[in-house]
């Protein structure tokens, strides 16, 4: 889901960069205000675990390769603010060093997973746990669906982004200038190997750390409870 | 022990694992991420290169990219995945820098 540079036009990465700044301004003055000492070295925890998660590609035998993304799980850990800062710095550093994204795309790539993908895994995960105990089982169910709806959202996002390109940029042959595949192709590819394959794997990931936290440490999960926009 | 620290050593793990996200796709015969293909490869799947993405596509040269060492290409699975586990450890290791960076950034300034 990370968006190269080139598959973008100017107007849509450069939109999406306009889009990110507000939201990313937020995110600094919610988490200014929230945001307690402690939770710091989670909220490293989480971006460590959004970057090397996202490493693991997983094959479609024959197909294109996916990942899970790490950003649901870190938005029911910190709340939805801190958990954009988290993915952003993961995000940028996938970019800036290893290529993955691009610079152009940096804007786009943070509105679909560190934005759209981590405030709808976290209003699913507290509408499904509504006010369950944080040890029970509901709650490990809300963040598996959480995982796999939210990451269907950002992947359905980045296919309208890529599909409207060939709407936006023709050259005077017909080609295009940009991504050349429209929303009848970028749509039913991205989601359908996302509602197929990659959402169950950030389910799976999302539900599994959430468990092994309300064994090991069920405060880290409560600590949320009171960060409120 | 501390959460944290538990939390860090599965990061570490996952760290010593990343290899498998090179190795699977390749033992499955699983190809680039869809809309994640390099620019050449759209010769084969509409027979031309969009110029705007050709252009654009070589904008930024990332010092590791695609998390392999250049020149590294001939050293096969093994090598590649040694740089990918190197590349999961610098990544890990910046992406946290930072984090804890901007968190202090923002706590000082009240």
Redesign the interface.
Known sequence: ???????L?PATSGVMYVVMLPIWAVA?RV??KT?K?KQ??????A???????M?????????????ATGAALAAILLGPWAAC??VT??L?????????G???AIGANCFNMAFIEVFAGYYLYKLISGSSSVTSFRRVIAAGIAGYVAINIAALS?AIM?GIQPLL?K?ASG???????GLNV?IP??LG?HMLIFGWVEALITALVIKY?QK??PS?LEAQEEVSI | MK??V???IG?GV??L??P???I??E??????????WG?DT?KE??G?I??????????????????AFKGWEEKGLAGLSFA?IT??V???F???C???L???F??K??
Do not use: R
Request: charged letters at 10%; hydrophobic letters at 50%; glycine letters at 8%.
């Open positions: 889901m990370h968006i190269p540079d080139g598959y036009g600094s988490a200014k945001l000492a710091v070295p989670l909220l490293a925890i971006a460590a675990f959004s970057f090397v998660v490493m693991f590609n997983v094959p479609i035998p024959g197909g294109t390769t996916g990942h800062i988290a710095v993961a940028v550093v996938q970019a800036l060093l290893f290529g993955d691009g610079i152009t980045a890529f940029y050259t080609h295009s200038l940009y991504c050349p595949y970028a590819a991205m190997e936290l090991q440490d880290l | 959460t944290t538990k939390l860090w990061i996952l760290a694992l990343s498998l996200g090179l699977l796709p033992h499955f015969k699983a190809g680039d991420a869809w809309g994640e620019a759209f799947l509409v031309y969009p110029q705007g993405l050709e252009k654009l596509s070589s904008l930024w040269s990332a010092p590791i990219p695609d998390y990918y590349s999961a610098i990544g890990i910046v992406t946290a930072l984090v804890i901007i968190a202090k923002l706590s300034k009240d």
